[in-house]
Nanobody, 115 residues
Framework: QVQLVESGGGLVQAGGSLRLSCAASTTVFSFNAMGWYRQAPGKQRELVARITVYGTTNYADSVKGRFTISGDNNKNTVYLQMNSLKPEDTAVYYC?????????WGQGTQVTVSS
């Protein structure tokens, strides 16, 4: 059973930074990709950033240049560095791991950006 545990969410002022962590219960090399999604109240869950087992990354247009996804294979952990945060980044952020054909999800961590 794969477990993903997120941490690092919180309350921050606009323009500030946060770093989210997602610790996997197994080697990250066992996944096709890992990523971060977010869901704001009343909105659908959306992809924020993703990194593949080959190191390829992709980002939502709304976070390009502000967010960076990275991984530490030794710690089986994926990070999301979020800079220049905006109130519209407020959401619950979920870690995701894809091992085709299965998706695994963390429990989510709240990020709130005040104006």
């Amino acid at each position: 059973q794969v477990q993903l545990v997120e941490s690092g969410g919180g309350l921050v002022q606009a323009g500030g930074s946060l770093r989210l962590s997602c610790a996997a219960s197994t080697t990250v090399f066992s996944f096709n990709a890992m990523g971060w999604y977010r869901q704001a109240p009343g909105k659908q869950r959306e992809l924020v950033a993703r990194i593949t087992v080959y190191g390829t990354t992709n980002y939502a247009d709304s976070v390009k240049g502000r967010f960076t996804i990275s991984g530490d294979n030794n710690k089986n952990t994926v990070y999301l560095q979020m800079n220049s945060l905006k109130p519209e980044d407020t959401a619950v952020y979920y870690c995701n791991a894809l091992r085709r054909p299965y998706d695994y999800w963390g429990q989510g961590t709240q990020v709130t950006v005040s104006s």
